[in-house]
Each structure stands twice: as C-alpha cells, then as structure tokens.
C-alpha cells in the first residue's frame, strides 16, 4: 500500500502523521523536540512506522514544516506552518461542518489563521515576540505553581473566587507576579484561570485582527488544556472546534499536502 507522511518539527514537540493513498489518516505520533531535533525527528518517523508495521519506501512523499523543517534532508519538500496548519485544519475541519478560521497556539508563538473554502490561506497574523500567549508561558507558569502543565485545564474550575488578573506582557514580569499572587496568598485555582483568560485576551485580539468568520478550529497543544478552551470561548462568544490530536493538525496537513503533490507529480492516482 501507499502512505503518505508530514513531519511538524517545532520548538518544544515533533509531531508525525501519515495518510494513506485516499487521504484518510492512518496514524500519528509525538514526542519532545529535545536538543537533537534531526536525530529525534527520525526517530519519531521510524517509531510511527515500526507501529504500523511498515517500511520506509511505502511512504511516496514526505514533507517537513515547522521549526526546524530545514533540518529534516530526508523531507521531499517543505512548507510553512502557516499552509500546513491551514490545509490540516480544512481537512480535519469537514467532520465539525468546515471550519474558516484556526487559532494555533504552539510552544514559541501563537497565530491566527482565516482560510477560504478550500484551504487556502486568506489573511494570518503572529505573535512570537513574547511568550506570555504561548504554550511556553503554561510551562513556566505551571513549574512556579508547583504543579503538572497536564493539571491546569482541571485546576482552572476549581477555585474558590474570580479569576485573578494577569497584566503582564512579558512572560518574566508575568512569573514575579504569580509569585507575588501566591505570596499573597491567593489559591491557585482563581491564579491558574487568571493564566488562562491572560492567554484567551491575547489570543482573541490575535484572531479578530484577521477577522472570525463561522467555526473557529482550536489546535495545537495547549488546546488539550479545557480551561484554556474554556477562557478562549468566553472571550470569544463561541464555542471552539477542538479535535481530538490537535498537537498533530499541521503534521496531517504537511502529509495532505505531500499527497497531492505526489499526484501531481505522476499524473494520475497513486
């Protein structure tokens, strides 16, 4: 059989995924960047493989996107992450009724992306010039709280008061003032969902700066976080579309990609 891969080699994770010859995803896989982003990205690949029971010239066509795309030689191609998410989004978007815009938040920055009906990217907008909207700022915040990154979206319901303020727009002025807040003594619940409305603030100024039209798609990995989606769609007005892997919305748009251009390349189907 056919498969087709995409490999999104970011900051802080790498994600894989692979499409069979119809562009139905046949399987995914992450795991931490770490500092050896060539060698762990080959792993990574290898590990989804080895699952699948396949071998490596199955796979036609593999693009590489993300951070450290220009890394992977192995790669056919490589794309933005801006395209892939779009293109990963649209598709994976068709199950919840099409979506048009996509809020990703990654571990280094933050964008929001409006598309049109076919995937095509219309207008996007970043913030990576400070990590305060990002998934980097969930890292710090939850070491200085003391407590697990995976905990937070639970944490986020459990205070006893109102989400307490988090102004700062520097990801270090930010800690001093958790810390300050704890010093305080303020619960971590009511600093935790304040964390979390500081992001959605942002996030939501990010995403009307390109305009929300219809469903909005939520991705990346602190989309798994439910208070995070909780503070978004309250500052939002709407609900989100969050799927199930959304750490891998890229890595299958990378791979929908490397389908069709496979095709294009062979003139006919694969």
Known sequence: MTYFAGIDIGSTAIKVALVHGDGTLAGAHVTASGSLFHKNAKEALQGLLDRHGLRREQVRYLIATGYG????????????????????????????????????IGGQDSKAIQIDGEGGVVNFAMNDKCAAGTGR??????????????????????????????NSTCTVFAESEIIGLLANGHGKGEIVAGIHYSIARRTVRL?????????????????????LVAAIEDELGRQLVVPEHPQTTTAFGAAILARSEYLAEQGDEA
């Open 207 to 227: 995403a009307k700066r390109v305009g929300i039209e219809d469903r909005v798609y939520f991705d990346g990995g602190p989309a798994l976080n439910k208070g």
């Open 69 to 104: 795309r220009k890394l992977f030689k192995e790669a056919d191609d490589s794309i933005s992450e801006i395209t892939a998410n779009a293109i990963g989004a649209h598709e994976a978007g068709k199950a919840f009724g099409g979506v048009r815009t996509i809020i990703n």
């Open 137 to 166: 700022f969930l890292d710090v915040a939850a070491r200085n709280l003391d407590l697990d990154l995976e905990d937070l979206g639970d944490i986020h319901f459990n205070g006893a008061g109102a989400a307490l303020s988090i």
